[in-house]
């Protein structure tokens, strides 16, 4: 579709400060509707800021994001956001943590709630709390909130770290399902090779800034020799 | 706005919802409260008639200590697992979860009131000697007072270190026209002595005034990282 | 700068020592409360003092949330730093007035009780700057300070008409109030008022380089980690 392949993020001069801690140096990008985009890292090079700086999450210090050609904040329907905290209340079980969110967005009724938890593989009719699940399945709850609304961007934070590898699978096979329907993914992950073969496209971030842009998985200093 | 409503009502059946089924935080708050109260009558003894005088400000105090115990536990839930950020991140108004809240904890403190009033009576015998129907718009707007700016300074304090001090540092002094307004009120329902009528109206205009900005104000809040 | 400066806080210094002057020499001694009087010579002007320093916190407060001026926070804070200084000083001339004329430490005296409620106000302000590390503070702060400036109006009357209920004495007399007396407590209150400028203006100078220095250090920061 001639849709996904345009402009929908840019990010100019980009700086993130934090007291006396510069989280993002000056961040320039755009990035492609529809594409599958993976961000790595060391601790520290600014992948967590970047993401929540584009969710809305952190406001810049200096320079703008725009979103579809709005800010974040007023793009929010389009966006689907997940870190590693899974963003549910413990105490309530899958389909009601689902309910309550879904009420954010102005959705009433259980058909989405149910089909956004079949769709990362687990059972809506668990009433188990959320607490008490494993951490795969908690990260996979934490997926189905994210996409509950159909939002065409998602934005997931570390999805992956300390997950089973099947249910790892699972969340890559949806997400990959996601951007062939035309959704835009961003993962940020210290697990790239998860998505190798998946992902259109791997950034890499260094000291606050973008310091190479890759369509395969290879650090940026084996490219140097 | 009936997004507003459904979704300030949504809001407070869940944290009732989930307040129900961990009943440990209410029970401890209502053994807390019930400490005080006998703390108190242990700490002033006097006979009837001193104790009209000074009721006023006992109760007031004692009902100032439960609530702040009440106010500090308003975004535990929220902060776990960083719910917070999906209410942020999703098109969902901000005034709705403040209302939401604070209206939770005017139920969660009315409910501290209701136990510790009629111990309050028992232990220091009282017994109105003005209108005593009037107690109720005392106790209903100045319960009000209390919980609005509590709720509000409860979500400002989480930017902050020492949370929980940081909760009655900043709403003491700002309550301080509140409370005398509460407590006169009430020395002098109690003692027929005089009309309630000014503090009754000041109270009520100390909480349109605050209630104002605090809606006015919590997205400003809520939106800060 | 500096030239304004020094010319600034040369002519506060002259203000404060004929303003000192005049208080304990030229002005005249009150009738029934004797010398202990002419510490409303301080007492008062460190009140107006004071109030004026909140206001133009509650301005640039407002300023910064509307059009998120750093500078605008920046003098925020720094008017309220010195203006609990001033309120401080009200609220210790008070009481030292207080007891060796009327006998008592306290009164439910409305402008000490007023001062006293923005004293704690302010204090929590700062407070609340000084445990918060979020790059939101200031606004957290501004919106603070909305809240007090809101409260004092109510903490007014409540004093007021508490006091019809219970009347107590008032410090500082009401009633009309002798030319001279007026002339000595408007020197000092405008020496007090350079006096605070010059302090705030000092301070807000650190303060922005302070600022200065923060953002380049976090610029350079991560220098020698990048490649």
């Given at each position: ?225 | ?189 109690l003692s027929g002595d005089g009309s309630a009528r000014f503090w009754i109206v000041l109270l009520l205009t100390y909480d349109v005034v605050f209630t104002t900005a605090c809606l006015g104000l919590f997205e400003t809040i809520l939106q800060a990282e | 700068m500096k030239s304004g400066f020094r010319i600034l806080a040369a002519v506060t210094a002259l203000l404060l020592v004929q303003g000192f002057y005049e208080a304990m020499w030229v002005a005249p001694t009150e009738r029934t409360m004797g010398e202990v009087q002419r510490i409303f010579y301080y007492h008062v002007p460190s009140a107006w003092t004071a109030f004026l320093l909140f206001f133009v916190n509650l301005v640039a407060s407002i300023i910064y949330l509307v059009r998120k001026n750093p500078k605008a926070d920046a003098v925020a ?151």
């Amino acid at each position: 579709m001639t849709d996904a392949q345009t402009t929908q993020i840019v990010v100019t001069s980009l700086i993130k400060q934090f007291g006396r801690f510069a989280a993002l140096r000056g961040v320039d990008a755009e990035f492609s509707g529809g594409k599958f985009y993976v961000i790595l890292g060391d601790n520290g090079a600014g992948k967590t800021t970047l993401l929540r700086a584009m969710a809305g999450l952190a406001h810049p210090t200096r320079g703008t994001i725009s979103i579809l050609g709005k800010t974040p904040q007023e793009a929010c329907r389009e966006l689907g956001y997940m870190a590693h905290p899974s963003l549910l209340y413990d105490e309530m079980s899958g389909m009601e943590n689902l309910r309550y969110f879904a009420r954010l967005y102005g959705i009433t009724g259980d058909d989405r709630c149910a089909q956004a938890i079949r769709s990362v593989r687990l059972d809506p009719d668990l009433t188990r709390p959320v607490g008490q699940y494993s951490q795969g399945m908690r990260q996979r709850m934490s997926l189905a909130r994210a996409v509950l609304h159909d939002p065409q961007i998602l934005l997931l934070d570390e999805p992956f770290s300390n997950v089973d590898v099947n249910s790892a699978r699972e969340m890559v096979a949806l997400l990959k399902h996601m951007r062939d329907a035309g959704k835009t993914v961003f993962v940020v992950t210290h697990q790239a090779s998860l998505l190798e073969g998946v992902a259109d496209e791997f950034i890499w971030m260094q000291a606050g800034q973008i310091v190479n842009r890759t369509p395969q998985l290879v650090s940026p200093s084996a490219e140097a020799q | 706005m009936s997004s507003l409503r459904s979704i300030t009502l949504a809001t407070l059946t869940k944290d009732i919802r989930l307040e129900w089924r961990s009943r440990d935080a209410i029970n401890s708050m209502l053994f807390f409260s019930l400490l005080v109260v006998v703390i108190f009558s242990f700490s002033f003894d006097p006979n009837a008639e001193e104790s009209r005088e000074i009721a006023g400000g006992l109760i007031w105090v004692a009902f100032l200590f439960a609530a702040i115990v009440a106010l500090n536990q308003t975004w535990a839930r929220e902060l776990r697992n960083q719910v917070l950020d999906a209410y942020r991140v999703s098109p969902a108004p901000a005034n709705a979860l403040f209302i939401a809240k604070a209206l939770g904890n005017f139920i969660l403190v009315s409910l501290l009131e209701a136990l510790m009033a009629p111990l309050f009576m028992i232990f220091y015998n009282l017994r109105a000697l003005g209108p005593a129907w009037q107690l109720i718009p005392v106790a209903i707007l100045g319960t009000w007072a209390l919980v609005v700016n509590g709720t509000f300074f409860a979500a400002m304090s989480l930017r902050t270190r020492s949370r929980e001090i940081m909760l009655p540092l900043l709403l003491f002094p700002i309550s301080i026209p509140a409370v005398q307004s509460m407590v006169e009120a009430t020395r002098i329902i109690l003692s027929g002595d005089g009309s309630a009528r000014f503090w009754i109206v000041l109270l009520l205009t100390y909480d349109v005034v605050f209630t104002t900005a605090c809606l006015g104000l919590f997205e400003t809040i809520l939106q800060a990282e | 700068m500096k030239s304004g400066f020094r010319i600034l806080a040369a002519v506060t210094a002259l203000l404060l020592v004929q303003g000192f002057y005049e208080a304990m020499w030229v002005a005249p001694t009150e009738r029934t409360m004797g010398e202990v009087q002419r510490i409303f010579y301080y007492h008062v002007p460190s009140a107006w003092t004071a109030f004026l320093l909140f206001f133009v916190n509650l301005v640039a407060s407002i300023i910064y949330l509307v059009r998120k001026n750093p500078k605008a926070d920046a003098v925020a804070l720094v008017s309220a730093e010195v203006g609990v200084v001033f309120c401080t000083v009200v609220l210790v001339t008070g009481p030292i007035w207080a007891r060796p004329v009327w006998g008592i430490w306290w009164t439910w005296d409305i402008r000490l009780t007023t001062t006293l409620v923005l004293w704690l106000i302010y204090v929590s302000y700062l407070v609340l700057r000084r445990f918060s590390d979020s790059a939101q503070t200031p606004k957290l702060a501004a919106v603070l300070a909305i809240f007090g400036a809101l409260d004092v109006p109510l903490v007014y009357f409540s004093i007021w008409f508490f006091r019809t209920q219970h009347p107590q004495p008032v410090i500082g007399g009401g009633g009309s109030i002798d030319p001279r007396m007026l002339h000595v407590l408007l020197i000092n209150w405008l020496a007090f008022s350079c006096f605070a400028f010059l302090v705030c203006w000092a301070r807000y100078g650190v303060e922005i380089l302070q600022r200065e220095v923060d953002e380049i250090e976090a610029l350079e920061s991560l220098r020698g980690v990048a490649r």
